[in-house]
């Protein structure tokens, strides 16, 4: 069955710490994986995509990594600040003939001061 | 701005009103796509139209009425809807269909009473 599964559920950490968001999945065959930022209220907002031969991809302050052998990847937030409060969602997609993307259910992230 | 708009922005409706959904999106994509964001739950997909045919229908109520009369708008006819339909509805565009990177709208807070 095809999964995607983030962990932790939620995180509260202070404003310019670092922290790194999991996601862990069973989609296959593996075509893509994103991560978004998703404002409470709004829709959510692309940070990095990563095909299968990529390792790792940056976006400013964030850094994610992908290990396809294990199908692992995971989301490294550098010095956050009050305004990464959000939830991350993981995304993978398969080619199936078609296509089929897959929605992890987030992580929530509350960043204090 | 992400391109893609949704109105209206909230909507409140009795289970015997029939409303409807508006996505436009001024990206030059060929792809739309329907979601449903429930609280705490992951996105569910609902539709799929690529080039104004709708290429994906994941097993949504028949309640839920979807139109695309060309690639930058699309709509969500809502007639007769439960309560557990409230939810944030968001719309998305993409360059083509499959594993491209999805732009999301703002969505649309729905609360049927």
């Known amino acids: 069955k095809n999964q995607v599964e983030q962990s932790p559920q939620s995180l509260i950490i202070l404003e310019g710490k670092n922290c790194t968001l999991q996601?862990?999945?069973?989609?296959?065959?593996?075509?893509?994986l994103r991560w978004y930022k998703q404002d409470t209220g709004r829709g959510p907002v692309s940070l990095t995509i990563?095909?299968?031969?990529?390792n790792t991809k940056s976006n400013g302050r964030y850094t994610a990594t992908l290990d396809a052998d294990t199908k692992q990847s995971s989301l490294h937030i550098t010095a956050s600040q009050l305004s990464d409060s959000a939830s991350y969602i993981c995304?993978?997609?398969?080619?199936?003939?078609?296509?089929?993307?897959?929605f992890g259910a987030g992580t929530r992230l509350f960043v204090k001061a | 701005e992400t391109g893609v708009t949704q109105t209206p922005r909230h909507l409140v409706m009795g289970m015997t009103n029939k409303k409807s959904l508006k996505c436009e999106q001024h990206l030059g994509h060929n792809a739309m796509y329907w979601y449903k964001q429930s609280a705490k739950k992951p996105l569910e997909l609902m539709f799929v139209y690529s080039l104004e045919e709708r290429v994906e229908n994941n097993s949504v109520p028949s309640r839920f009425s979807p139109e695309c009369p060309n690639s930058s708008h699309l709509f969500l006819h809502l007639h007769t809807l439960q309560p557990e339909d409230s939810a944030l509805y968001l719309c998305?565009?993409?360059?083509?269909?499959?594993?491209?990177?999805?732009?999301f709208g703002p969505g649309t807070r729905l609360t049927v009473l």
């Open positions: 995304v993978v997609s398969a080619e199936t003939g078609g296509f089929k993307t897959i």
């Open positions: 990563m095909t299968f031969s990529e």
């Open positions: 996601c862990n999945y069973t989609v296959s065959p593996f075509s893509n």
């Open positions: 998305a565009s993409s360059q083509e269909r499959a594993t491209d990177t999805q732009y």
